[in-house]
């Protein structure tokens, strides 16, 4: 029992410090990090990202990320929800958070616009302590077990909190530059009734910028490719990282990209600079558009089975954004 308590307890500071869930895709789809993207094709769009982690481990992670948004032209606006789940399978924790999202478009040049949006969120979060077994709870006289404990370890197996996000964005027709702050209000994430565990800010700088390379080649490849580069740096609480990499589009039908993932803090002896190699491929086919990506580790943690994600979303107004392209964030 000490050590399932122990093992327990392990897991419930990590997930407690890292709350947030990192998706590899988010160059593909960026409404996992940045919520100003809510309405940004200036129609209705949904989708959905599915990660699995360390599968060839015990300590399998699941993370589901779903979305639907919408925009109002008339009020310049766009409104939409988004739902988030996670599961451990070792420890039995889950977590489930739904977002309220609305963002507003303010065209700031003849190229460039500028989105501001706020999130509000319910958050649940459960580690499954119910088989627990605790010293008082065991009666040496009866065969029964107590279903009561005074012992201070006693933890709460489920909290909920109410969670606020803001997020910023600037775009032209090729290329986007965003800021994300998540847990404005830093809810408290304690599993002990009277304590008070502020879950940390998160903080994301990230963007894509269009590299003009292919401009002066004329060619029918260089005419139908494009190139950008990738960058997002996060931080929350003592752990930060930094994403960069490079994105390859073909005919705005296929996307191929590759990212590092560093770690620019030092925690601990055995952290290295670069923790994964992250590959990504994406295919739009009318208003449909499907991804899939695989981190490689190149850490400590090996045989883990790696990281996969997969993604499908479709967009309702596909038209509309071909034909006001200027107008919209670019995806690929």
Not at 210 to 233: G, M
Not at 296 to 323: M, Q
Request: hydrophobic share 40%; proline share 3%; with cysteine.
């Amino acid at each position: 029992m000490k050590k399932y308590l122990l093992f327990l307890l392990f897991f419930t500071s990590v997930f407690s410090y890292a709350q947030d869930v990192i998706f590899a895709q988010n160059f593909l789809v960026p409404e996992t990090l940045n919520t100003s993207f809510t309405g940004a094709t200036r129609g209705t769009k949904t989708g959905a990202v599915f990660r699995s982690q360390w599968r060839s481990s015990a300590l399998k992670v699941s993370s589901n990320f779903a979305f639907a948004d919408t925009w109002f032209e008339g009020f310049k606006s766009g409104i939409g929800i988004s739902l988030l789940n996670q599961k451990e399978s070792g420890s039995s924790y889950t977590f489930n958070q739904a977002n309220l999202n609305f963002a507003m478009a303010f065209e700031i040049s003849e190229t460039w616009f500028f989105r501001p949006s706020i999130s509000a969120g319910f958050g649940m979060k459960n580690y499954g302590f119910q088989n627990l077994l605790l010293e008082d709870q065991i009666n040496l006289g009866s065969p029964w077990m107590n279903t009561g404990s005074i012992d201070p370890a006693v933890l709460k197996a489920q909290r909920s909190f109410i969670d606020i996000s803001s997020s910023l964005l600037f775009n032209n027709e090729e290329s986007w530059f965003g800021l994300t702050i998540r847990h404005l209000n830093k809810p408290n994430i304690s599993l002990t009734e009277a304590g008070n565990v502020p879950l940390d800010i998160f903080f994301s700088a990230h963007g894509k910028y269009y590299l003009p390379v292919l401009d002066n080649v004329r060619t029918w490849l260089a005419d139908k490719s494009k190139i950008y580069l990738l960058s997002n740096y996060m931080k929350q609480g003592v752990n930060s990282r930094f994403d960069a990499g490079v994105q390859y589009v073909f005919d705005d039908k296929i996307s191929l990209g590759l990212t590092s993932v560093t770690t620019p803090s030092k925690n601990t002896d055995k952290t290295t600079p670069l923790s994964s190699l992250s590959t990504f491929v994406g295919v739009q086919w009318q208003g449909y558009r499907f991804g899939y990506s695989y981190d490689l580790n190149t850490s400590e943690l090996l045989n883990s089975g790696g990281i996969h994600e997969f993604s499908i979303s479709y967009d309702f107004n596909i038209n509309i954004r071909e034909l006001n392209r200027y107008k919209c964030v670019p995806f690929f």
